[in-house]
T-cell receptor, first 112, second 115 residues
Framework: SQTIHQWPATLVQPVGSPLSLECTVEGTSNPNLYWYRQAAGRGLQLLFYSVGIGQISSEVPQNLSASRPQDRQFILSSKKLLLSDSGFYLC???????????FGSGTRLTVV | QQQVKQSPQSLIVQKGGISIINCAYENTAFDYFPWYQQFPGKGPALLIAIRPDVSEKKEGRFTISFNKSAKQFSLHIMDSQPGDSATYFCAARGKSGGSNYKLTFGKGTLLTVNP
């Protein structure tokens, strides 16, 4: 069966420090992968998506970047965190129609 | 044209009552409409979904009603229980270049079911 792993679960980082969040999917190949951010409030904002290794599309210009070094690995990074980067970061993958996305358990990032 | 508008923002229902959350969209190319349920500190989980060629889909206490001509769809939770208290998101799926499909989410509804 397919599963999605996301870590760490929580992270407290100082302003100006780097960031690396990792997401991996098991049990499938060549998935479409997505990074979302959920700020205090509830909306889900799509940050990046990837349809394959090395292929990254950015939805919103920001202080973050994404990479897909392997088929089932998706990484969200920042060189220097801002206070406004705080939020709940969610990775998701798309098993294809007729299914919706499957989300990971999320990373709560607090920038202090 | 990619927006999905969701209402209400928050909803309080008594145990045993009916919870109704509404969503509207503009893009007629959307081809799949899922609802997600999210508990605090957890990722959203797929609850129920519908295709635009179906007017209603029921799974247990959860029903989606879909009105293609009005470009609206809604989630009905019958016999609402305190355990249903969560944030609910509607979404709509559309193409986003090549073979990639993208979900556009509503802003969410915080449902509280009082015992």
């Amino acid at each position: 069966s397919q599963t999605i792993h996301q870590w760490p679960a929580t992270l407290v980082q100082p302003v100006g420090s780097p960031l690396s969040l990792e997401c991996t999917v098991e049990g499938t190949s060549n998935p479409n992968l997505y990074w979302y951010r959920q700020a205090a409030g509830r909306g889900l904002q799509l940050l990046f998506y990837s349809v394959g290794i090395g292929q990254i599309s950015s939805e919103v210009p920001q202080n973050l970047s994404a990479s897909r070094p392997q088929d089932r690995q998706f990484i969200l990074s920042s060189k220097k965190l801002l206070l406004s980067d705080s939020g709940f970061y969610l990775c998701a993958w798309n098993p294809g129609y007729p299914y919706g996305y499957t989300f990971g358990s999320g990373t709560r990032l607090t920038v202090v | 044209q990619q927006q999905v508008k969701q209402s209400p923002q928050s909803l309080i229902v008594q145990k045993g009552g009916i919870s109704i959350i509404n969503c509207a969209y503009e893009n007629t190319a959307f081809d799949y409409f899922p609802w997600y349920q999210q508990f605090p500190g957890k990722g959203p989980a797929l609850l129920i979904a519908i295709r635009p060629d179906v007017s209603e889909k029921k799974e247990g206490r959860f029903t989606i009603s879909f009105n293609k001509s009005a470009k609206q769809f809604s989630l009905h939770i019958m016999d609402s229980q305190p355990g249903d208290s969560a944030t609910y998101f509607c979404a709509a799926r559309g193409k986003s270049g090549g073979s990639n499909y993208k979900l556009t989410f509503g802003k969410g509804t915080l449902l509280t079911v009082n015992p």
